[in-house]
Every structure is written in C-alpha cells, then in structure tokens.
C-alpha cells in the first residue's frame, strides 16, 4: 500500500513562491513517474506537472512552464513541486500522484494540499 503525503501549501502574493512536496511510504515504493494536479473551485482536477521516477523526464502544463519545477528525490521517496511567480489563477488544491505501471492512469494519490495566491 502506497500513501502519498503532500505538504507545503499555503497563502501567498501574487509573485511569490511556495515549495511544494510529496512524501511516499510503501514497503516497496519504485513508481514509474510521479505527477502534480490540482483542482480549483468549480472546475475539473487540471495536470500541472509529472517526472519519471528514473530517468527524470519532465513535462509540464502550458499554463505552468517556465514558472513551475518537478524534482524527486528517489532516496528519499519524494517528489517536488517549486512554484514561480504565482498567480491568483494558481490557486487550486494540489495533488500528488503516482503511476506504478509502465501504462495506465495513475493508481495512487495524496490527499491534497490547498495553494493560495492573493492578488
């Protein structure tokens, strides 16, 4: 059994940065990649970011490139996810997620970490 644990979240400016991360406990965890989500008020959960566990290719949501930045750490069993110049229209709660198959949606997710940008 996996349990992601997200944390970091928060109040900010608009501007500002936060670090977000993802902690992962399992007795054997070795994920195929590992993502970033979130959902805003009144709209459907929206990919923000995701890195293969291994080989650390990284992809990222247009509306983030260039701001956001996905990392893991793999002796830790941690993903992060640092935020740029945040925007009101970033805030949204963040989900970290997990796909331990080479295909397929992913199969694990934290609970959630709420993110806030004031303008």
């Known amino acids: 059994q996996v349990q992601l644990v997200e944390s970091g979240g928060g109040l900010v400016q608009a501007g500002g940065s936060l670090r977000l991360s993802c902690a992962a406990s399992g007795r054997t965890f070795s994920p195929n990649k590992m993502g970033w989500f979130r959902q805003a008020p009144g709209k459907e959960r929206e990919f923000v970011a995701e890195?293969?566990?291994?080989?650390?290719?990284?992809t990222y949501a247009s509306s983030v490139k260039g701001r956001f930045t996905i990392s893991r750490d793999n002796a830790k069993n941690t993903v992060y996810l640092q935020m740029n110049n945040l925007q009101p229209e970033d805030t949204a709660v963040y989900y970290c997620?997990?796909?331990?198959?080479?295909?397929?949606?992913?199969?694990?997710w934290g609970r959630g970490t709420q993110v806030t940008v004031s303008s």
């Open positions: 997620a997990a796909r331990r198959g080479l295909t397929g949606e992913y199969d694990a």
């Open positions: 890195i293969l566990w291994y080989a650390a290719i990284t």
